[in-house]
């Protein structure tokens, strides 16, 4: 095993930036729960561990392992709280598969911005079975690093891709396309569809016109009681659970 010399600290620090992370096609991941789900799915090119951690995990693929000091873990940890081990892996490549729209259901984000919100609703699409996210491009990167922990595990089994969503939505033909919107109809009494895209919007102008134009199903998540006053709306990541839970719950009493 090799030390942690400053230069490798150097470089992981600079995987906080995007242009770094697509260059060198790696992303960043701390913690034993997170690190332990994505060994099991992404090439790993490096791991650095207490020996603690390494005593535990006595076989680990990685191109390069070092073992380090919980002083060493936190100089090169971006995290205010260092947890036992860090590594840098590989970033996958996922083939487009636009028929999974047809077969299930899937989510759409239209420029969300907030790392930890994408991070979240990665999660939550994990919980609820939805495997496929299809982002427009100007939507926060999914392997910056506050992204990659809030997805709790979940980045290892919930494929993230980026597209044109017009585009994306013009191939669908008769396929629900739901959003959610101020002047919808109400979520609880409308038939959900088992398959169809859920277009989430950014957390301060929501569901873009051009996006919003071709959304065939418009839905409200109405507060309670409606003639109380109430904030403006839902944070993105809870909006997104709770219409989740919905199409799952109508899903599951067919």
């Not at 609880?188 to 950014?202: D, E, R, T």
């Amino acid at each position: 095993m090799t030390s942690l010399s400053k230069n490798r600290i150097k470089y992981i620090h600079s995987l906080e930036l995007k242009k770094n992370r697509r260059e060198e096609k790696v992303f960043l991941a701390e913690g034993p729960k997170l690190v332990g789900d994505l060994l099991e799915r992404f090439p790993c090119r490096l791991l650095a561990a207490t020996a603690g951690w390494l005593n535990q995990h006595p076989v680990v693929s990685a191109d390069e392992v070092i073992e380090v000091t919980p002083d060493e873990l936190s100089r090169a940890s971006l995290l205010k709280a260092p947890q036992q081990v860090l590594a840098v892996f590989s970033q996958p490549e996922y083939t487009v598969d636009y028929a999974k729209i047809r077969e299930s259901l899937c989510l759409a984000l239209d420029d969300v911005q907030d790392p930890g919100n994408l991070g979240t609703i990665i999660r939550l699409a994990d919980w609820f079975g939805i495997e496929h996210i299809f982002c427009s491009p100007n939507t926060v990167d999914v392997y910056n690093p506050k992204t990659v922990q809030a997805t709790m595990g979940g980045i290892a089994r919930v494929k993230v891709h980026y597209t044109p969503l017009p585009d994306l939505i013009r191939s669908l033909g008769d396929i629900p396309v739901y959003g959610t919107f101020l002047d919808g109809q109400n979520m609880y009494g409308q038939q959900l569809s088992a398959n169809g895209l859920i277009v989430m919007g950014n957390e301060g102008n929501g569901i873009g016109d051009e996006v919003g134009r071709l959304i065939n199903r418009r839905l409200y998540i109405p507060n309670y009681p409606q003639e109380r006053e109430t904030s403006e709306s839902l944070n993105v990541a809870i909006a997104t659970a709770v219409v989740c839970a919905e199409f799952r719950r109508q899903a599951a009493s067919l």
